[in-house]
């Protein structure tokens, strides 16, 4: 873990401490990367000040959502990232934009599917299993890393961890925190499994 975390800090560090966030105009412009549906966020590609961003927004979604679910689940997604902040794998939460969306640091990687899964050297799939552990420890259960696009394959060849909309978050070292490691932790590890899995499958 310990050259992930390097290479984590190292990719962190080309972000200002307190990047300028965009405006509404700035994603009106902005590259859409994964289209969401009837309650999910849009994630866009935003160029904002020299620097490259994730925005996650529900802007796009019908009243109903805008005016309910989406500024709900954009708070807690929010929490997740704020719980995992310095966390290696975890790109780096921005901020608030408004209620309905917020942005992130960009990482470059390939989304770990079948296929990439069998060109991954096998040290990935310890090293996923570690950056889990640590997500853990800070009190967060992703629940959905089985879900191909959550795991991403970094161009240094770390695992980063990413959209915590499913995720649950809970105080580290809280009775509850333990008790969700033991009861739902192997959901995020089975998602280790089944990559692992993929990566001794013949091409």
Same mark, same amino acid.
């Given at each position: 873990m310990r050259a992930s975390a390097q290479n984590a800090r &190292? +990719?962190? =560090? &080309?972000?200002?401490?307190?990047? $300028?966030?965009?405006?509404? =105009?700035?994603?009106?412009? =902005?590259?859409?990367?994964?289209? #969401?549906?009837? /309650?999910?966020?849009? +994630?866009?590609?935003?160029?904002?000040?020299?620097? $490259?961003?994730?925005?996650?927004?529900? /802007?796009?979604?019908?009243?109903?959502?805008?005016? &309910?679910?989406? @500024?709900?689940? +954009?708070?807690?997604? $929010? @929490? /997740?990232?704020? +719980?995992?902040?310095?966390h290696a794998s975890v790109p780096r939460l921005i901020g608030e934009i408004d209620a309905l969306a917020f942005a992130v640091e960009y990482r470059a990687g390939r989304p770990l599917s079948r296929s990439i899964a069998r060109e991954t050297p096998p040290a990935f799939f310890d090293r996923l299993a570690? =950056?889990?552990? #640590?997500?853990? /420890?800070?009190?967060?259960?992703?629940?959905?890393? @089985?879900h191909q696009g959550n795991v991403l394959v970094g161009e240094d060849g770390a695992p980063v961890l990413i959209d915590f909309g499913s995720a649950l978050v809970l105080a580290p070292g809280s009775l509850a925190a333990r008790a969700a490691r033991v009861l739902l932790g192997w959901i995020d590890h089975g998602a280790v499994r089944k990559w692992r899995r993929y990566s001794l499958e013949a091409g």
């Open positions: &190292t +990719a962190s =560090a &080309t972000l200002p401490l307190r990047p $300028q966030l965009p405006s509404r =105009a700035d994603l009106a412009r =902005a590259q859409c990367i994964s289209r #969401g549906g009837v /309650a999910n966020p849009d +994630a866009l590609l935003v160029e904002h000040a020299g620097v $490259q961003l994730v925005v996650k927004d529900f /802007a796009p979604r019908s009243a109903f959502v805008r005016g &309910t679910l989406g @500024r709900w689940i +954009a708070r807690r997604e $929010q @929490r /997740a990232w704020a +719980a995992l902040a310095g570690a =950056a889990i552990d #640590g997500m853990h /420890a800070l009190g967060v259960v992703h629940l959905d890393l @089985r």
